[in-house]
C-alpha cells in the first residue's frame, strides 16, 4: 500500500477552481468517512485551504487506478465538470511525502516560508486522527512532517522575517524603540495599508493611538476600531509633542509635513527617535525631513524593498531546506535514492 | 619563580578575552544573528580569572593593587569588564560585548608589555586607603566612559543601517537606538559622578614639597577630560542630537584610550 497525493494548489489552479473544489471544515469527516466506507482509502487526511485542496490517501489499490477514483470522487464532490488535466497533481510515494514535508516548511506556499499552513496541516491531521481515520502510515509521516517543520524553522533562516509592509515597519519600530507599548502613534489618513501597521502597532501593545482624517466620521471609525482616540485633521500637530511614531496614508497633493514644519513641531518635542511611515503615493513627507537628527523616516518603497530582501534571504534558505528533507525522507525510506526528489514541485512535475 | 602568580592568571584572563573577541568578530560578520552567548560567555571567564589575578595581587601586597602602569592598566580592563557584564547580564544589551571583547584583548595585552610592573615607590605605602580609592573610583569611571563609548559606537553603526535601509538592521539582535542611547546616557552620567569623586579624592592626596596640582599632566588632562564630559552631558540636555552625543562619547573615550598611558608617564606622581 502506498501513500498517494492527489491534489491542487495555488501553483497548479487559479483561485475561481480552488474556490469550486475547496472542502468545508465541516464536511471534512463526512469526506473522510466515504473514502473508507467506498474502500478508496484504508487512511486518510484532507488538507483544503484557500490555497491547496489535498487528499493524502493509503489505499490498496493500483496507484493509477487509485488516482482516476480518486479525481472522480473530487469532481463528484462539487460537482465540477470542467477538464482538471493540468490542474491536479497525482503523486505516489515516496513523492508524495516529500510533497507533504515541503509543505509543512512553508516551502510550497505562497508567501515562502509563512508558518500558517503548518496550523492548517496539524489541524486537518487532527481532524482525521480524532475520527479515527489515519493509521501507522499516515500517523508516521504526518508526525515526522511537524518535527521536520520544526527543525527546518529552528535551524534555517526560511521562516525568519516579514515580508509585508505592515509587518516591516512594526519591526523597523522595535528597532528603534525600546518599548512599543510607551510609543504615541498617530495615523494620519484612514488608508488601507496605514489601517495595517496602526493594527500591527496595536497587536505589538502600542495604546496611546491617535487617528486623524480629513472626513471625522471615517477618524473616528477607525479610531474606534483600533482602539484610539480621534483627532481633527487641523489639529493633530497639537498632539505632536507627545508622539513617536506617525503613519501617514492620506490621500493629498502636497506633502502633508514638510521640513520647515517639522523643524517647527520638534522644537517643542523633546530630544527622542521619531519614526515616520509614509505609505502615501504621493508622498505625504517630504523626503528631506530623513536628514534631520533622530528623524527616521520610511516610504512605502523603502518598506517593500526591506520585505523583498526578507524574501531573497528565504530564497537563499531553499537549497538547505530540500536538502534537510531529502535526508528525513531518507531515513523514511532506507536504501532508497532520494537525490532525484530534490527541488520537485507540483507545477514542474505531474504523475 | 613562583608558579602560577597573579601575573599567569591575568595573562590567561587576556587569552581568554581574545578567545571572545574572535567569538565577537565572528558573529559581527553573521550580521549579528544570534545571541552573543559565547562571547558573553568568555567574557565572564576571563573576568573571573581577570578577579583572582588582582585578588591574589592584593592579599600578597595587602593593598588595592593599582599603583604602576601595569596595574593599573589591569585594573582599567577589570572595570570595562565589570560594568560590561552588569550591563550584558540583560540580553537586550548582551550584543556590546561585541565591541567590549577586542578592548579588553588589547587593553590587557597592553599591559602585559614588560616593564611596566615596577614596585610601587613610598607615597603609596604611606597613603594606601585614599590613593587607593582615588585610582578605583577614576579607574572604573573610566571603565563606564568606555561602555557609554561602546555603546555610541554600536548606536551609530545601528542608526546607519537604519538610514541606509539596510536589512541586517532588522535581522540582528541588538539593541535598539532607544534603549542604546539611554545606556550611554546613563554610564556617561555614573563615570562622570565617579570621576568627580576621583578628581576630589586625588586633590585629598599630600603633595609631594615643591609639587602644583596646576602643573601636573596628568591632573591637567583629567580635569579638561572632566569639562569636555561635563560639556557633553550637558550639551545632550540642551538638545545635542543623539548622533553626535555618540560621537563624543566614542570620540572622548578613544582620546582617553590614546592619551592615558603618555600622561601618566609625564606626570611626576602618576608615573610608577
Known amino acids: ?351 | 619563580m613562583n608558579w602560577p602568580t597573579d601575573k599567569h592568571a591575568f595573562a590567561l584572563a587576556v587569552v581568554v578575552y581574545g578567545a571572545a573577541a574572535v567569538a565577537s568578530m565572528r558573529l559581527w560578520r553573521r550580521g549579528f544573528e544570534r545571541d552573543d552567548r559565547v562571547g558573553c560567555g568568555l567574557v565572564a571567564l576571563g573576568f573571573g580569572l581577570h578577579t583572582l589575578a588582582l585578588l591574589a595581587r592584593g592579599l600578597s601586597l595587602q593593598r588595592c593593587p593599582v599603583t604602576n602602569i601595569y596595574e593599573v592598566t589591569s585594573f582599567l580592563a577589570w572595570s570595562l569588564a565589570l560594568v560590561y557584564l552588569l550591563a550584558g547580564w540583560r540580553r537586550s544589551t548582551r550584543g556590546l560585548g561585541v565591541l567590549a571583547a577586542p578592548i579588553l584583548c588589547l587593553v590587557g595585552a597592553a599591559a602585559l608589555t614588560p616593564g611596566l610592573d615596577r614596585p610601587a615607590g613610598l607615597a603609596v605605602e604611606t597613603h594606601r586607603t585614599l590613593l587607593s580609592l582615588h585610582v578605583t573610583v577614576t579607574l572604573l569611571a573610566y571603565g563606564l566612559f568606555g561602555l557609554a563609548a561602546l555603546a555610541g559606537a554600536m548606536f551609530l553603526v545601528r542608526e546607519r543601517d537604519l538610514r541606509l535601509g539596510r536589512l541586517r538592521v532588522l535581522l540582528a539582535r541588538l539593541p535598539p537606538l532607544q534603549r542604546l542611547e539611554n545606556a550611554m546616557r546613563r554610564m556617561m552620567q555614573a563615570g562622570f559622578v565617579l570621576l568627580t569623586m576621583g578628581l576630589v579624592l586625588g586633590g585629598l592626596l599630600p603633595r609631594p614639597a615643591g609639587a602644583s596640582l596646576s602643573r601636573d599632566p596628568k591632573v591637567l588632562w583629567a580635569v579638561g577630560l572632566w569639562l569636555l564630559y561635563a560639556a557633553l552631558l550637558a550639551g545632550r540636555r540642551c538638545g545635542l542630537s543623539t548622533r553626535r552625543f555618540a560621537w563624543g562619547a566614542a570620540g572622548l573615550f578613544g582620546y582617553t584610550l590614546l592619551t592615558f598611558w603618555a600622561t601618566s608617564l609625564a606626570s611626576p606622581w602618576h608615573r610608577p
Not at chain 1, 34 to 54: D, F, H, P, Q
Not at chain 1, 92 to 110: I, K, Q, T, Y
Request: hydrophobic share 45%; aromatic share 6%.
Open chain 1, 1 to 351: 500500500m502506498s501513500i498517494l497525493l492527489l491534489g491542487l494548489s495555488h501553483r497548479t489552479a487559479p483561485v475561481s477552481v480552488r474556490e469550486r473544489l475547496a472542502i468545508q471544515e465541516a464536511r471534512v469527516p463526512a469526506v473522510l468517512q466515504t473514502l473508507r466506507v467506498t474502500g478508496l482509502a484504508e487512511e486518510a487526511v484532507v488538507l483544503s485551504t484557500c490555497n491547496r485542496v489535498e487528499i493524502y490517501a493509503v489505499s490498496s489499490l493500483p496507484a493509477q487506478r487509485a488516482f482516476a477514483e480518486l479525481e472522480e470522487f473530487l469532481v463528484r464532490c462539487h460537482d465540477y465538470r470542467e477538464p482538471l488535466t493540468d490542474t491536479l497533481y497525482r503523486l505516489a510515494e515516496p513523492d508524495s511525502v516529500v510533497h507533504l514535508f515541503r509543505v509543512a516548511c512553508g516551502l510550497d506556499s505562497m508567501v515562502l516560508g509563512e508558518t500558517e499552513i503548518l496550523g492548517q496541516l496539524k489541524k486537518a491531521y487532527g481532524q482525521a486522527l480524532e475520527g479515527g481515520f489515519t493509521g501507522s502510515r499516515l500517523n508516521k509521516v504526518f508526525q515526522r512532517a511537524f518535527n521536520v517543520a520544526k527543525h527546518i524553522r529552528s535551524t534555517t533562516g526560511i521562516q525568519r522575517g516579514n515580508v509585508s509592509v505592515a509587518s516591516v515597519a512594526v519591526e523597523l519600530a522595535g528597532t528603534i524603540f525600546t518599548r512599543l507599548e510607551d510609543c504615541g502613534v498617530l495615523v494620519i489618513g484612514a488608508g488601507d495599508t496605514g489601517e495595517k501597521v496602526a493594527r500591527a502597532l496595536v497587536s505589538r501593545g502600542v495604546s496611546r493611538l491617535l487617528v486623524t482624517n480629513r472626513s471625522t466620521e471615517r477618524a473616528e471609525a477607525l479610531a474606534a476600531a483600533l482602539g484610539g482616540r480621534p483627532v481633527r485633521f487641523e489639529q493633530w500637530a497639537r498632539e505632536f509633542d507627545r508622539l513617536d511614531i506617525v503613519i501617514s496614508s492620506v490621500a493629498a497633493p502636497d506633502y502633508v509635513l514638510d521640513r520647515a514644519r517639522l523643524e517647527s513641531l520638534l522644537r517643542n518635542r523633546p530630544a527622542a527617535p521619531l519614526l515616520l511611515v509614509d505609505i502615501a503615493v504621493p508622498r505625504n513627507i517630504d523626503p528631506a525631513v530623513n536628514t534631520l537628527p533622530d528623524v527616521y523616516l520610511y516610504n512605502v518603497d523603502d518598506l517593500q524593498g526591506l520585505a523583498n530582501r526578507y524574501l531573497a534571504r528565504r530564497q537563499e534558505d531553499v537549497a538547505r531546506c530540500e536538502a534537510i528533507i531529502r535526508e528525513q525522507v531518507g531515513r523514511l525510506y532506507p536504501g532508497r535514492q532520494v537525490s532525484a526528489w530534490a527541488g520537485w514541485h507540483p507545477a514542474a512535475s505531474h504523475a
